[in-house]
């Protein structure tokens, strides 16, 4: 089978009655069983993939095949397709089966996605390494000594290694868009507010967005288009339109872009990263785009505010897994208490329970206003800071991540991890819209991308311009 790169050249292929739909997925099948050390899915939906195939081929036929009629998708395990199992990729949740779909994998279905599997990740999506997975961890496809990224990993994996067209992820700092850097491929987080959350596992819900990964602008802006818009199931989701992102993608005019000047002179910002997104910069200057350095001085207080108040919410959010109504129930369990405790204690991996004990912490009587309220006060400057910068500006940019992807066994150093999301946190702390772009290849051979943010609600803007960008870089 050909390794497709969007899912345009699919349908020219179908239409030339080169491929359909039954045989392309089939293919997928057979280059899954063939990869399968990189661990990247936890269940490949076989049968019902070949079925979902079989029903578009004939609506394809009949002229009434949907906007992703050929495009073969796998989902983050965070992410609720009824009748499927749904783990976070944690023992707390093994073997459950969603009662419903959530309110994105029902779009996909709509127009015709075929759904071929369920994707590996760090448990309950915390993680930056795809190595806290009760199921073990990703390998990154281009070097498997090395880690896809996270939280989204087995989404990356994936679609790098061509395992499918496109995933669906969730990025709650950086889990969409720093495994995309670390495997060349296109992942997107949405404004929030944008997409629906309804289905979607929570980790913090006040950061949390479903987004794609792709291997085509194009693709993401499909995909984008699909998800997005109004949810009866979810009130935190705008009630605007959808531009049709996909017939749009034709920037108009010059752009003004800010780059951060302290993302630049990071200390551990590789030297290679760093030339090359000054490289990008000039390029952009000679095609006339106004490109200025701008000073956020607040660089070093995102990682500690986003984990304060992502932490405090997981407690929250997670304090439902009690062993009692599903989940995981300890057999060790006496009465309610032992339930509870013995429940959590073996359901939870290492990572969770840190975070969730974070979290306890810093809601907690005594420490409650020196932490939670503190850190929603930083976060409210740091969106002013970037509301400003965007007042200015129409676009960010700065590097995805500080580095090239890893070698496995980082994970050891829990605030090493940490920092591995300095330069997404952002977007989630302010709630605006970014993607990663692979536009880079490091001397280690491993790819790696850059980062555009622009203005809430603006993906239109946001999508052509990185079109723009990946063809003038």
Do not use: W
Not at 370 to 398: M, P
């Amino acid at each position: 089978m050909k390794n497709y790169d969007s899912l345009g050249e699919i349908r020219k292929d179908i239409s030339s009655g080169e491929v359909n739909c039954e045989s392309l997925v089939k293919g997928y099948l057979e280059r899954i069983n063939t990869h399968k050390h990189l661990n990247a899915f936890l269940e490949v939906f076989a049968a019902g993939a070949v079925e979902q195939a079989k029903e578009t081929d004939k609506k394809i036929r009949e002229g009434k095949a949907g906007k992703l009629a050929g495009m073969v998708i796998g989902i983050k395990d965070v992410l609720c397709y009824k009748g499927h199992k749904v783990s976070a990729s944690s023992r707390m949740l093994e073997n459950f089966t969603s009662l419903y779909s959530a309110t994105v994998v029902e779009r996909l279905l709509k127009e015709d996605a075929i759904i071929i599997g369920r994707l590996n990740c760090d448990e309950f999506a915390m993680g930056s390494s795809n190595e806290t997975s009760h199921f073990g961890k990703v390998l990154n496809p281009i070097d498997n000594k090395r880690s896809p990224g996270g939280s989204s990993g087995g989404c990356v994996a994936a679609v790098g290694a061509g395992l499918c067209l496109a995933a669906l992820g969730s990025d709650t700092g950086g889990s969409i868009r720093q495994p995309a850097s670390f495997c060349g491929v296109y992942g997107l987080k949405p404004t929030y507010g944008r997409v629906s959350r309804y289905g979607l596992i929570a980790y913090a819900s006040s950061f949390d967005q479903v987004g794609p990964i792709a291997r085509s602008i194009e693709d993401i802006a499909l995909i984008t288009e699909v998800i997005a818009g109004p949810d009866e199931y979810d009130s935190t989701v705008s009630a605007a339109g959808v531009p049709l992102y996909s017939r749009n993608l034709d920037y108009k005019g010059k752009a003004k872009i800010g780059y951060i000047e302290e993302c630049l002179e990071s200390e551990g910002l590789d030297p290679e990263i760093k030339k090359r997104t000054e490289e990008i910069i000039t390029r952009l200057r000679k095609e006339g785009h106004t490109v200025e350095s701008v000073s956020f001085p607040y660089l070093d207080f995102m990682v500690p505010a986003y984990y304060v108040l992502t932490t405090a919410e997981a407690s929250s959010n997670l304090s439902r897994y009690g062993g009692l109504l599903y989940g995981h129930r300890s057999a060790a369990a006496t009465d309610t208490d032992s339930a509870f405790t013995k429940s959590r204690s073996e359901g939870f991996g290492k990572e969770v329970k840190r975070r969730i004990m974070l979290g306890t912490f810093v809601l907690s009587a005594g420490y409650y206003d020196a932490y939670y309220t503190r850190g929603q006060k930083v976060r409210r400057l740091l969106r002013e800071k970037t509301f400003e910068i965007l007042n200015r500006y129409e676009f960010i940019l700065s590097p995805t991540t500080p580095g090239v992807a890893f070698e496995s066994g980082k994970i050891n150093d829990p605030v090493a991890m940490y920092l591995q999301d300095i330069f997404t946190v952002q977007a989630n702390l302010t709630g605006i819209p970014a993607i990663s772009l692979p536009m880079g290849i490091h001397s280690t051979g491993m790819p790696f991308g850059i980062q555009l943010m622009g203005r809430p609600m603006e993906e239109e803007k946001l999508l052509a311009f990185s079109r723009t960008i990946t063809r003038i870089g």
